[in-house]
């Protein structure tokens, strides 16, 4: 692994001026307000989906295919005469609870090693450092897409396959801040007063590294979404019938001209859901960066 001098926090160093100012402070929270908001919408529709969708989103009615937006059909009807908002609504559990699934895998797994190498030595950080390299050596949708075609497709394979691809950069972020704040005061004093290594990770530094973890997190958990679309767009992801957003683009794309809107609805819930993410990890990381600069 790099050194902690040479491994920037993800997303802070490309920030522009007007985050560290008043304006910046103000259209953060604007966009702080607006993803979460937006994402709580698509969160909440998600969940109620058995009790707001329309009609089943396995059920087919070959006399109903491929029609258009109607009172009938809010989003219009696929191939099979399946209901597209309630497909869209259920495909939206799977591909966020993926997401969320597989991000907080990808965190866990990436700070318990970073924290390992940051804190446990020479031996350990060389240890961890190579175990990293050897998965940063592969271009990480490659490295999902082959453990998703080997392990074959299923929504618990894609969890996987998506956390051994994201762990890598939780794991660079938190070993270098855990060893530039490794000599903080109160954690030579915890040290001093015989607190096990056990306990100054996770009582002293963890805690310290949350905000900037925090930070990374958003910023994975949109991709991880975009990922699970990319891997169900190609078959690895949850079988059919089940629904998912990437598997409704892959069966929208052979009929984009007879029927656009099967690839219009969830390209347009995968923009809104990567949107209001990508809102919410930047305000916080304006935010990171102004505490930070205090």
């Known amino acids: 692994m790099r050194s902690a001098d040479e491994v920037a926090t993800p997303g802070f160093d490309a920030l522009p001026e007007d985050h560290r100012g008043a304006f910046g402070s103000a259209s953060g929270s604007g966009r702080l307000a607006a993803g979460s908001a937006l994402l709580a919408l698509l969160a909440v529709a998600a969940l109620l989906a058995p009790w707001i969708a329309p009609a089943d989103p396995l059920a087919q009615d070959l006399r109903s ?3 258009g937006p109607s009172g009938a059909h809010l989003l219009g009807t696929d191939a099979l005469g399946r209901d597209v908002l309630s497909r ?3 495909g939206a559990r799977l591909s966020l609870g993926i997401g969320a699934l597989a991000t907080a895998a990808s965190l866990a797994i990436g700070t318990a090693v970073g924290l390992f190498a940051g804190y446990g030595g020479a031996v350990a950080d060389e240890v961890a450092g190579r175990v990293t390299d050897v998965f940063l050596a592969f271009p990480g949708l490659l490295l999902a897409i082959a453990l998703a075609a080997v392990l074959g497709p299923s929504a ?3 969890v996987v396959a998506l956390s051994l691809m994201g762990w890598t950069t939780y794991a660079r972020l938190v070993r270098a801040e855990v060893r530039a704040k490794a000599a903080q005061e109160s954690v030579r004093a915890a040290e001093a007063l015989g607190a096990r290594p056990l306990r100054v990770a996770t009582r002293h530094l963890l805690p310290s590294v949350a905000r900037s973890l925090a930070v990374q997190g958003a ?3 949109s991709g991880a979404i975009v990922a699970e679309a990319s891997l169900s767009f190609l078959g690895l992801g949850p079988p059919p019938p ?3 957003w990437g598997s409704m683009l892959a069966e929208g794309r052979a009929l984009l001209l007879a029927a656009p809107h099967l690839a ?5 819930a995968l923009a809104a ?3 209001s993410i990508q809102w919410i990890a930047d305000a916080l990381a304006s935010r ?3 505490a930070t600069a205090r």
């Open 65 to 67: 295919t491929l029609q």
């Open 88 to 90: 869209l609504l259920w």
């Open 156 to 158: 618990r394979n894609v």
């Open 219 to 221: 910023f994975g958990a």
């Open 242 to 244: 089940a629904p998912s």
């Open 264 to 268: 219009i609805a969830p390209a347009v």
């Open 273 to 275: 859901t990567v949107l």
């Open 288 to 290: 990171t960066t102004r």
